[in-house]
């Protein structure tokens, strides 16, 4: 079984912050997700990313694949207090495999 | 509008007493997939479906079965329940494919006494 490990787990910062989480495994996947999960509701898919090196940019999130394509991080600029919530990274395997890392709670207070 | 539904989305039950929970998805996706979430443990695949009779086990499916007798429709069954299976579940579906977007439901908490 592929495993993905989230960091950190937990996250609480003030309005206006950066921060930068991480999403690392030792096997290599196809493809690399991230979601955001709010309380009440599942996750929503925020980006995919397929290559080894690709940045993605959702305005102020940017998401980036490890060029051995075995991590992820995602950054996010100026957090608000509508970024709140569950971030989870997702490993596409062989076949339809898809492996859930354990997901970082971040809190922006304002 | 694209969704996945599950019902109910909150059920309190008893040890043994069999219970279904189902979900049901409109866009016509072959893949669908069943997840428990616990705290510190993220998601964990319970069951997928890729097509209608085509199931298998995920990563923690003791004490659970599934069908898919129709594409749209992949129930979640709990033939007798344990206080351990009580968790917040997620169904999903999504096109074949590991890096196709996967849409999950509003999710199913279910406690059991």
């Known amino acids: 079984t592929q495993l993905l490990e989230q960091s950190p787990q937990f996250l609480s910062i003030q309005e206006g912050e950066n921060l930068t989480v991480y999403c690392n495994s030792s096997?290599?996947?196809?493809?690399l997700q991230w979601y955001r999960q709010e309380p009440g509701e599942g996750p929503v898919l925020l980006v995919t990313v397929v290559t080894g090196g690709e940045v993605k940019k959702l305005k102020r999130l940017t998401f980036q694949f490890g060029d051995a394509r075995k991590d992820s991080s995602l950054h996010i600029t100026a957090a608000q207090p509508g970024d709140t919530g569950l971030y989870l990274c997702a490993g596409g395997g062989a076949g339809n495999m898809l492996t859930f890392g354990g997901g970082t709670r971040l809190m922006v207070k304002p | 509008e694209a969704q996945v539904t599950q019902n109910p989305r909150y059920l309190i039950t008893v040890t043994g007493k069999k219970l279904t929970v189902t979900c049901s998805q409109n866009m016509n996706h072959e893949y669908m997939s069943w997840y428990r979430q616990d705290p510190g443990l993220g998601l964990r695949q319970i069951y997928y479906?890729?097509?209608?009779?085509?199931?298998d086990k995920g990563d923690v499916p003791e004490g659970y079965k599934v069908s898919r007798k129709e594409k749209r429709n992949f129930p979640l069954i709990l033939e007798s329940p344990s206080p351990n299976q009580t968790s917040l579940y997620f169904c999903?579906?999504?096109?074949?494919?590991?890096?196709?977007?996967?849409?999950f439901g509003p999710g199913t908490r279910l406690t059991v006494l």
């Open positions: 479906s890729m097509n209608v009779e085509v199931t």
């Open positions: 999903a579906s999504r096109m074949l494919g590991g890096a196709n977007e996967q849409f």
């Open positions: 096997s290599v996947f196809s493809s």
